[in-house]
């Protein structure tokens, strides 16, 4: 799986990485802009599977043109990689094709230079286990390689310009790009076959309450999922670990019941390509009647975690889409109060829980049942007493409060959500509902 130049068996044994991170003033309209996190990229790098043998940091007011470090820098760069053996060079930060080329030309072919974006592209591509999300990484994979295709072939440096000299790499190069460009035509419209798929699909559950989990990745959102529903989504504590959609079933009581679906967790600056590749996933979230935002209580920055993830849904949910913040992984902070305390005076309604704790699951089930509770109202209802048989889904659906009959006519009060009334009064046209009520 994957596309050209993202070999998985890159990965298959423990390389020696170096990590960079150049810290940029921090620029509203610039996305690649503000401080580098080399913990973050450590994670990153971990979970990749490489080794970690020396981090270089530098402050610069805008990138190097050339190289993105200074020249400086990039000589000790080259100097560390040297003395560590290192394999891997790994940039907190993107690079463009010119600054990868000209890095890589400065480290030599036995190094290998990547940026963030390719980094966080191998990880998806190696977690990748459905069509559906292998056909969102390659698309991704491919639209961030057709600029950088020159980098890829390096002989084309050393042929001889001007007019007669057109080489065979210089061809190859054009003939990839039209290929790719093939390729991304044809991913882009089998995806648009899963989103059908999809969306037919969610129309059959348009009368169900829906919640979506998201979250950073890593945060505990599947773990949180599992105890929910008893279902088994996979867990692992690395980043990333979860890339489908998986939607499950729950029943809070006889009548109350929504479904919940788990989705791919969020990173600081999560690549552009990626966002747009997974919109046949993240749809699940725009499609949800509530979302359930899981932050990691134990986490360095949490509040940079909120942040990055609200960034992401920005793009996709209205802000007047409810949600509920739940800190999960209390289990994981030495004063849980001092978490509670920093955290709940801006988030009055948030949960503090760990999704380990059978108690922290029945905190959240226990909320999700107030909530779908404060959906409902009371109707009134009428209809004759020789069509009584047709009230038998009002009864599996709603709380039925009181049923009198007199003479040929019934009168029904009955609890339930406005959707649920809606679709059986539109079903059932012998049950009408009383003005006013």
């Known amino acids: 799986m994957g596309g050209p130049g993202f070999d998985r068996r890159e990965f298959e044994r423990r390389e020696r990485a170096v ?6 003033p921090f620029d509203p309209d610039n996305p690649v802009s503000g401080p580098a996190d080399t913990e973050e990229l450590a994670r990153l790098v971990d979970t990749a599977g490489a080794e970690i043998t020396a981090v270089l940091e530098q402050n610069r007011p805008r990138p190097n043109a050339a190289s993105f470090i200074g020249k400086g820098k990039l000589e000790e760069l080259t100097e560390v ?16 094709p010119n600054q990868g080329r000209n890095i890589q030309k400065a480290l030599g072919e036995d190094v290998r230079v990547l940026d963030r974006t390719e980094l966080i592209l191998h990880i998806f591509a190696t977690h990748a286990r459905t069509r559906q999300s292998r056909l969102q990484v390659e698309l ?3 639209q961030y390689l057709l600029p950088r295709l020159t980098r890829m072939w390096k002989h084309l440096e050393r042929q001889a310009g001007g007019i007669g ?3 065979p790499g210089e061809t190859q190069l054009e003939t990839d790009r039209r290929l790719i460009g093939r390729r991304i035509a044809t991913l882009r419209k089998q995806l648009k076959e899963v989103q059908r798929d999809q969306r037919t699909q969610t129309n059959s559950r ?17 773990t949180l999922m599992n105890g929910l529903t008893g279902a088994d989504v996979y867990v692992k504590d690395q980043l990333f670990a979860t890339l489908d959609a998986t939607t499950r079933r729950v029943d809070l009581d006889e009548r109350r019941r929504f479904l919940i679906t788990d989705t791919v967790g969020f990173i600081r600056r999560l690549p552009h390509h990626l966002v747009e590749s997974f919109q046949a996933t993240l749809q699940e979230v725009a499609d949800a009647d509530l979302l359930l935002h899981v932050v990691d209580a134990g986490a360095d920055d949490p509040d940079q975690q909120i942040a990055s993830v609200r960034k992401v849904l920005n793009g996709l949910v209205p802000e007047t889409r409810p949600q509920l913040m739940v800190f999960n992984k209390l289990d994981t902070v030495g004063d849980p109060d001092l978490v509670r305390n920093r955290f709940s005076r801006e988030y009055p309604d948030a949960l503090f829980v760990s999704a380990l704790d059978p108690a922290g699951i029945d905190a959240v089930r226990q909320v999700l049942q107030d909530v779908l509770a404060a959906n409902e109202r009371v109707y009134r209802l009428t209809l004759p007493v020789a069509k009584l048989y047709v009230l038998g889904p009002w009864h599996r659906t709603g709380d039925v409060l009181e049923q009198v009959c007199e003479n040929t006519t019934c009168q029904v009060a009955i609890r339930m959500r406005q959707e649920d009334a809606s679709r ?3 079903r059932e046209p012998e049950v009408t509902e009383v003005p006013g009520s």
């Open 81 to 96: 990689c040297l003395n560590k053996d290192a394999e891997l060079v790994v940039f907190d930060n993107d690079l463009s």
């Open 424 to 426: 059986l009064l539109a």
């Open 19 to 24: 990590l960079v991170g150049v810290h940029l």
């Open 206 to 222: 348009r009368d169900e309450y829906r919640v979506a989990l998201v979250g950073y990745t890593n945060a505990g959102k599947s």
């Open 140 to 142: 991704a994979q491919l």
């Open 165 to 167: 000299t057109r080489g």
